[in-house]
């Protein structure tokens, strides 16, 4: 049963336009979603996070938004560069499970090319 | 401020042995979690400690696979009578205690083949 899922798996934008990665999510006790970025051989890297109680986040080129009634959640790269050529993975926790640190329910992943 | 370090980072086994991973947290990090991560999957929780106790092991299977985070030393994932199905990359992950956000920060990952 796939609790957060990223349905494309994925996706390619031209450098300097905007890169919008898509998250649903099911189980509706989830209350906290990360982005991390992975690169072949390498351990994922956090990029971004949000709690249940915003809507938006926002750190730079990285944005995340966070539609609760819908279960869904997107990162926004702008403008997207060569170098965020990667596999985006999407996660969702459930801090009431075992308290604030939780584990992570990861989605597939989307893989994302920006070409020059 | 050195990150969390995995090794070894390359692990061939034949069917039959035993695996061992070793994770040593970010500084000031009490808490590890264990990933693994099969071809073309996302990561699946295995199991999450804090130094001396297992706090959720919910994603670890029954049989051949334990995990320990002594009260010195890195945490350890080992895995006995290792199958061609246990092949995979396993992350380690770690984060602060309670109060902030739940970011954890991985580990460059043990890529385990079984022969």
């Known amino acids: 049963d796939q609790q957060v899922k990223q349905n494309s798996p994925s996706l390619s934008v031209q450098e300097g336009r905007i890169s919008i990665l898509n998250c649903d999510y099911t189980n509706s006790m989830f209350d906290y979603f990360l982005w991390y970025k992975k690169y072949p051989a390498e351990g994922p890297t956090f990029l971004i996070s949000?709690?249940?109680?915003?809507d938006k986040n926002e750190d730079g080129r990285f944005t995340v938004f966070l539609n609760k009634s819908a279960k869904h959640l997107s990162l926004h790269i702008v403008p997207s560069q060569p170098g965020d050529s990667a596999v985006y993975f999407c996660a969702a926790s459930d801090p009431q499970r075992t308290g604030a640190n939780s584990k992570l329910t990861f989605g597939k992943g989307i893989t994302l090319s920006v070409r020059p | 401020n050195a990150g969390v370090m995995q090794n070894p980072r390359h692990l061939v086994r034949r069917r039959g042995q035993e695996a061992r991973l070793r994770c040593s947290p970010m500084k000031g990090h009490s808490h590890v979690y264990w990933y693994r991560q099969l071809p073309e999957e996302g990561l699946k929780f295995m199991v999450y400690l804090q130094k001396e106790n297992i706090i959720d092991e919910s994603g670890m299977p029954k049989e051949r696979f334990s995990a320990e985070f002594p009260k010195e030393g890195p945490s350890i994932l080992r895995i006995q009578q290792v199958v061609r199905g246990d092949s995979a990359a396993y992350f380690c992950?770690?984060?602060?205690?309670?109060?902030?956000?739940?970011?954890?920060?991985f580990g460059p990952g043990t890529r385990l083949t079984v022969l």
């Open positions: 949000i709690s249940s109680i915003k």
């Open positions: 992950a770690s984060s602060p205690p309670a109060g902030g956000g739940n970011e954890q920060f």
